[in-house]
Each structure stands twice: as C-alpha cells, then as structure tokens.
C-alpha cells in the first residue's frame, strides 16, 4: 500500500502516528499464534499452589486489551457479516451481566471472553495470501507441539493438577487414575489443543496447502493418538471423525480432481493410526489404558458416552432455569445450581439468553457460508477454505459436549485459523496486503 493509500485509510486523529502496515498486523497474528498455546501463567488462588490447581493467566489475558486497541487503531475492519455477529454475541455476555450480583469478577470473565475473540478480530481486519496462511499455520504447529509437551512432561513428571477435574475412576472400587490436563489441569481443555492443533494440521496444512512433511505428518498423528489415549476424551473422537469426514466431503466438493486423492490421504491416516495404536498402547500406563477404554466402552465396564451424566445434567439445568431474554450471566450456571453444563449452545442459552445464542450460531453459519460459497479461480484458495469448512465442523460437533468456546489456550487459534480461511485470497503477490 502507498503512504498516500495507507494516510486516506486511517483515521485522521492517527494520520500523525507512527504507520503500522497490514504486513506487521499479520506478524502480530503470528506472534499471537506463537504464544496462545505457550501462555499459561499460575496464580496464587484460593486452592493456593500449582499442584493442587490454581487460576492462571493467559497470553489472552496479558495481549487482548492491546490487540483489541491495535484493531481500533487500524480502523479499517471488513465489510462482514461474520464480524457483525461476532461483536453482537460479545455484546450479549456484557447485556448479560445485569443479572450478575458480582460484578467485579463477573466483568474480568466477560473481559477474557472478549480477548479470546480478539486475535480472530485482528485476523479478520486483513486480506491473507496463501503464503501468509502457510506462515501462520507453520509458526502454529509448533508453538501448539511446544504447548502439548509441555502439557505431557507435567503429566509425567508432576501429576494430576486438579486432581478432582483429571480422576478417572477404575471399575469394582479399584481407585482411579488420572488423566492428563495440560497447564491448566483441565482434561477437557488438553485434548480441545491437542485435537484442535492435530486437525488443523492435517485439514489445513496437510490437505489445503499439502505443504506438510512426511516427519511432521508422523508427529502429528502420534501426538494425537497418544494424546487422545491420555486425556480419556470421548469428545475428541467426535471432533475428529467429524472434521475429517467433512474435509473430505467438502474438498470433494470444491475441487473434484482432488476427490481421489481425498480418499487415498483419508485412508493412509486411518492406517498410520492403526499402525500407532499398538504402541502407544505399549508404552501407555495398563491402569489408564483399561480406565480409557472402559470410557469409550470397549470395555466391560461401559462408560460411553451413552451413558454420560451430561443428559441428566441438561435436563436438570433446564428444569431449574428455564430460559431468559438476557440469560441469568456469563459464567453464573456453575454458582447457581452446582452443574456443569459441558455444552456450548446450552449454556450460551442459559447464560446469554435467547439472543446471545441466536448471534452465535449467526456468527458460525456466516462463516460456513462464506468458506463453502468461496468461487475463487485459484483452486488452492477454493481447497484451503473447503478445508476449513471440515475443520470447523469438527469444533461445532465438540460443541454438542463440551464449552470450548470459553476455552482460552486453543479457541483462539482455531478462531484465527478461520480468520485467515475466511480472507484468504489469490496468491498474486508474496506479500499479505489489505
């Protein structure tokens, strides 16, 4: 962009201001990508110690202030329904909070929510090229494999960190072992990045870009199987099956000389898994791999997800609090009735009313729309947003079970990642420009 271009763009108050171009706003999405996983500072909190869990801070909570007041500084956001959307279904969880008697921590919670949504908002200000995309999506694969390590050597070499949210009890009274939970000691959170980088990974830079190696394709899958084993979640099946049957279908669909290759990379995953899960049965704990099984009831003592106490929770969480215009408060379900909800769209109902959920779904049907409608010439365009289509089926399937989009060490990658896919465009410069 010219500096009489970029000078007519910004505002007039900011024409004196230092020029801060759209190539170092997508090295800040880089910077972001790099630490998102990375970031988790423990706090002194009421349980007061690290290994017995603690609050944490979070790069969203150090960086989103700045990034939402770098976005302003830009001034030049997309004409988008996805963002339209977005900002309304944030504005609802602050509608909501007249309902809170807390204010003081009811508003820091209503803060991080925003600031988990506003590295998507800053990715969503730019044009991206496809070779702005594969930079991303590199700096990402392994800033989310140091996170994961991270996430692993915690659970070897510490243990449980919230020992109550990472117990997984043995059958006939035998104990119980425990899961992994990554930084945060929470199980559900770890297996959301392990899951959300390994698809990314493999919907995106491996399928849209075909620009993964052999090596990291290996890592990526082994990450994933063993990681998968460890956390015992049943939601990340879900996640998977569902992101790499619409991958496929989608990609499928926008490219058709891509359909055979689909299917020959679809099968070549399912046998690289195959292939791992021998070992990782091997060199997993006997106690957790019998516990892991039994939950994804291939054992004799069944707790599937069939017979999860999710479904009595839901109906009890209805008959307690019906439904509100405004929704009862961001965050209040837990306080008020001592359930977990551990389903995104009832619980934005719940605690963001009829609207906040109405302006959620607005914001991820937009995004599919705008990702399947893509009519790009450049197939590689066409390809990577059909693939980020698949992805985001996978995270819309989650949702059924768990709150991953409260989750602030992986949604906001993901949310990035869409970002990116939603203005991505021809690749007819090196650079990334408005």
């Given at each position: 962009m010219s500096a009489?271009?970029l000078d007519?763009?910004?505002?007039r108050h900011?024409?004196?201001l230092?020029?801060f171009d759209a190539w170092s706003?997508?090295?800040?999405?880089c910077f972001?990508?790099?630490l998102?996983p990375?970031?988790?500072?423990?706090?002194p909190?009421?349980?007061?110690g690290f290994?017995t869990g603690?609050?944490?801070?979070?790069?969203?909570?150090l960086?989103?202030?700045p990034?939402?007041?770098?976005?302003?500084?830009?001034?030049r956001?997309p004409d988008?329904?996805?963002?339209?959307f977005?900002?309304?279904f944030l504005?609802?969880?602050?509608?909501?909070m007249?309902?809170?008697g807390?204010?003081g921590?009811a508003t820091l919670?209503?803060l991080?929510l925003?600031f988990i949504y506003s590295?998507?908002?800053?990715?969503?200000?730019?044009q991206w090229?496809v070779?702005g995309?594969e930079?991303?999506l590199r700096?990402?694969w392994?800033?989310?494999?140091i996170?994961i390590v991270?996430?692993?050597?915690?659970?070897?070499?510490?243990g449980a960190v919230?020992?109550q949210q990472?117990?997984l009890?043995?059958?006939n009274?035998l104990?119980?072992?425990?899961?992994?939970g990554g930084?945060?000691?929470?199980s559900?959170g770890?297996s959301h990045?392990?899951?959300?980088?390994?698809?990314?990974a493999?919907?995106?830079y491996?399928i849209?870009?075909?620009?993964?190696s052999?090596?990291?394709i290996?890592?990526?899958l082994?990450?994933?199987?063993y990681?998968?084993?460890?956390?015992a979640?049943?939601?990340?099946l879900?996640q998977?099956?569902l992101?790499?049957?619409?991958t496929t279908?989608?990609v499928?669909r926008?490219h058709?000389?891509?359909?055979g290759?689909?299917?020959?990379?679809?099968?070549l995953?399912?046998?690289?898994?195959?292939?791992?899960?021998?070992?990782?049965?091997?060199?997993?704990?006997?106690e957790?791999?019998?516990?892991?099984?039994?939950r994804?009831?291939l054992?004799?003592?069944?707790?599937s997800?069939?017979?999860?106490?999710?479904f009595?929770?839901?109906?009890g969480?209805?008959d307690q609090?019906?439904?509100?215009?405004?929704?009862i408060?961001?965050?209040?379900t837990?306080?008020?009735?001592?359930l977990n909800?551990?389903?995104?769209y009832l619980r934005?109902f719940l605690?963001?009313?009829?609207?906040?959920?109405?302006?959620?779904?607005l914001l991820?049907?937009?995004i599919?729309?705008q990702?399947?409608?893509s009519r790009?010439p450049d197939?590689?365009v066409?390809?990577?947003?059909?693939a980020a289509?698949?992805l985001?089926?996978?995270?819309?399937?989650r949702?059924?079970?768990?709150?991953t989009?409260?989750m602030y060490?992986?949604?906001?990658?993901?949310?990035v990642m869409l970002a990116?896919?939603?203005?991505?465009?021809s690749s007819?410069t090196?650079d990334v420009?408005?």
């Amino acid at each position: 962009m010219s500096a009489t271009g970029l000078d007519i763009a910004l505002p007039r108050h900011a024409r004196s201001l230092p020029r801060f171009d759209a190539w170092s706003a997508s090295s800040i999405v880089c910077f972001c990508l790099a630490l998102i996983p990375i970031v988790a500072i423990p706090l002194p909190g009421a349980s007061a110690g690290f290994a017995t869990g603690a609050d944490h801070l979070s790069f969203v909570d150090l960086f989103g202030l700045p990034l939402l007041l770098l976005l302003l500084y830009r001034a030049r956001l997309p004409d988008s329904m996805s963002l339209l959307f977005a900002l309304s279904f944030l504005a609802c969880a602050w509608i909501s909070m007249v309902n809170v008697g807390d204010l003081g921590r009811a508003t820091l919670r209503v803060l991080r929510l925003c600031f988990i949504y506003s590295p998507f908002l800053l990715a969503l200000s730019l044009q991206w090229t496809v070779q702005g995309a594969e930079r991303a999506l590199r700096v990402f694969w392994w800033s989310g494999l140091i996170g994961i390590v991270i996430g692993f050597l915690i659970y070897w070499f510490i243990g449980a960190v919230r020992e109550q949210q990472q117990a997984l009890f043995l059958k006939n009274g035998l104990g119980y072992v425990f899961r992994a939970g990554g930084q945060l000691g929470n199980s559900g959170g770890f297996s959301h990045l392990i899951t959300s980088w390994a698809m990314i990974a493999l919907s995106l830079y491996w399928i849209g870009l075909r620009r993964l190696s052999a090596a990291q394709i290996a890592v990526t899958l082994a990450v994933l199987v063993y990681g998968v084993v460890i956390t015992a979640s049943r939601n990340s099946l879900l996640q998977i099956g569902l992101a790499l049957m619409f991958t496929t279908l989608f990609v499928a669909r926008s490219h058709r000389r891509s359909a055979g290759q689909m299917l020959v990379t679809v099968a070549l995953v399912i046998s690289l898994v195959a292939l791992l899960l021998p070992l990782i049965a091997v060199i997993t704990d006997s106690e957790v791999l019998r516990a892991t099984m039994s939950r994804f009831g291939l054992g004799d003592d069944d707790r599937s997800i069939a017979h999860s106490i999710r479904f009595q929770n839901w109906a009890g969480l209805l008959d307690q609090l019906g439904w509100n215009l405004l929704g009862i408060g961001y965050k209040q379900t837990l306080a008020l009735t001592g359930l977990n909800v551990d389903n995104a769209y009832l619980r934005i109902f719940l605690e963001l009313g009829v609207a906040g959920l109405t302006f959620f779904l607005l914001l991820w049907g937009s995004i599919q729309l705008q990702l399947l409608g893509s009519r790009s010439p450049d197939a590689m365009v066409r390809r990577y947003k059909a693939a980020a289509a698949g992805l985001a089926m996978g995270e819309l399937g989650r949702m059924f079970f768990s709150d991953t989009f409260t989750m602030y060490l992986s949604t906001p990658s993901v949310m990035v990642m869409l970002a990116i896919a939603l203005r991505l465009r021809s690749s007819d410069t090196g650079d990334v420009r408005r």
